[in-house]
C-alpha cells in the first residue's frame, strides 16, 4: 500500500462492530512500531496499556467522549471499539511528551489500518476513572492519549475544503471529513 492511499484510510472512525474483538497480540504488536518512532531527545517516556477484554473496554468506553464538535452525539453501547491502547507518559522520565503521544496514536492507527481495522485517538478521557480501572500509579503515570481500534462499521472520506473543517455525517453509515487543501496550509516558499 502507497504512504497515501495508507493515510486516507487512516481516519477518525467513531462507529466500530462490536462482536469483532482485537487479539492482544495483535495490540501488542501495533505498540512494537511505535518504539521505532521518533522520540524527543530520545527519552522514550510512553508506556502502554492494551485493553482487549470485552468487559474492561466497556468500562473505558463509558469514560470517553466522542466527536466533541458534534454536539449532543456519542456512539451507542453497540458501537464500541474491540480494543483500546492506552498512551502514558512515564512522569519519572518527563512530566509530559504531546509529541511522543502524538506520533505513538497516529502510527498505532496507521498500524491499525493496515491490519483492516479503524481507529480514533481520544484526548477527552477521565483519566482519573481510567488510571482507577486500570490499576494504574497515577504518581508514576500520566495518560495522555486513549487509542480506539475496531472493525469499521462507517464510511468515513476526505474531502477537500477552503474554510469549514467541521466533521460531520451525511447519513447514519457516511462520515464526511473535510481537510484543507495542500495550497491553502502552505503559506509560502522560497
Known amino acids: 500500500m502507497e504512504l497515501k492511499e495508507l493515510l486516507e484510510k487512516t481516519r477518525s472512525i467513531r462507529r466500530f462492530d462490536p462482536d469483532v ?15 521505532l518512532c ?19 473496554c466497556g468500562k473505558i468506553f ?20 474491540g480494543a483500546y491502547i492506552v ?19 497516529h502510527t498505532i492507527l496507521m498500524a491499525a489500518a493496515l ?14 476513572e481510567v488510571v482507577t480501572l486500570l490499576s494504574i500509579d497515577p504518581e ?5 492519549l486513549v487509542v480506539a481500534i475496531g472493525a469499521v462499521a462507517e464510511k468515513s472520506f476526505i474531502e477537500d475544503c477552503t474554510g469549514d473543517t467541521c466533521y460531520r455525517w451525511a447519513s447514519d453509515e457516511i462520515f464526511y471529513v ?10 509560502g516558499e522560497v
Do not use: H
Open 140 to 144: 508514576k503515570y500520566a495518560i495522555d
Open 21 to 35: 474483538r482485537i487479539p492482544l497480540n495483535k495490540l501488542e504488536e501495533m505498540v512494537s512500531y511505535v518504539r
Open 87 to 105: 498512551i502514558l507518559t512515564d512522569k519519572e522520565i518527563t512530566a509530559n511528551a504531546p509529541y511522543d503521544s502524538g506520533i505513538a496514536a
Open 178 to 187: 473535510p481537510k484543507l487543501s495542500t495550497e491553502s496550509v502552505i503559506l
Open 62 to 81: 463509558r469514560n470517553l467522549k466522542w466527536a466533541g464538535r458534534i454536539k449532543d452525539w456519542d456512539p451507542s453501547e453497540n458501537e464500541q471499539p
Open 115 to 128: 491490519e483492516g481495522y479503524g481507529g480514533c485517538m481520544l484526548g477527552a478521557v477521565d483519566r482519573k
Open 38 to 56: 521518533p522520540s524527543g531527545g530520545n527519552f522514550q517516556p510512553l508506556r502502554f496499556y492494551c485493553v482487549s477484554d470485552r468487559d474492561m
